[in-house]
């Protein structure tokens, strides 16, 4: 790893922690072990700093996803379960999606846009293997699945700061993959829900 990177990582530790107004560039330098004026040799000011960062923790994870994402070798549940536990753990730990949400308006926006191209794009390759495979429904191919998907996410890590509701980012995400994998009806619900069809 090189020197940029190293820095990368440990900043990236720092503004996560702490967040973007509560650090100083004197502090970051400290608590990596260089200079100031190293710091500056390599970063214009702290928010270039704060947002390659970010943009490099963050990248680390999504590449991760793509390639659970991309292995067509498992049983397609199986991936499901895999990219989900995953995001949950790295989203609950390495990069704590609802503390962010709830104290760094400034990393918030870097991040959630970042976050949204990829996992639409991620959710799309998913739902088309899905599809191809029989596991999922016809009607999973169109645009709109991927943007839903997308939506409970934000929903699910903003529920701190607009609601107040305490919950972890790694049970949230099993939540989700609760609601995804299992639905929420029961098996009398299901076959209830399939006896009416298009009654309405």
């Known amino acids: 790893m090189s020197k940029r990177e190293l820095i990368l990582q440990s900043a990236s530790i720092l503004f996560i922690e702490k967040g ?57 549940t199986m991936k499901l379960k895999k990219l989900i536990h995953f995001a949950a753990h790295s989203f609950s730990t390495e990069f704590p999606l609802s503390k962010i949400s709830a104290e760094s308006t400034v990393i918030q926006n870097i991040i959630f846009p970042a976050i949204s191209t990829h996992i639409i794009q991620i959710t799309n390759t998913v739902l088309k293997e899905g599809v191809q495979r029989g596991i999922l429904r016809n009607d999973m191919t169109d645009e709109t699945p991927p943007y839903i998907f997308l939506g409970i996410i934000e929903t699910f890590i903003s529920l701190e700061s607009r609601y107040g509701i305490r919950q972890s980012t790694d049970d949230l995400f099993i939540f989700i993959e609760k609601v995804l994998l299992e639905g929420v009806l029961s098996d009398k619900g299901r076959d209830e829900y399939r006896q009416l069809g298009d009654s309405l």
């Open 20 to 76: 973007y107004k509560n650090l100083t560039m004197e502090e970051i330098a400290q608590y990596i072990g260089i200079t100031k004026k190293t710091l500056y040799n390599h970063f214009p000011g702290k928010f270039a700093l704060m947002k390659e960062s970010i943009e490099f923790k963050l990248e680390k994870i999504l590449v991760e996803l793509k390639k659970i994402a991309s292995d067509r070798s498992d049983h397609f």
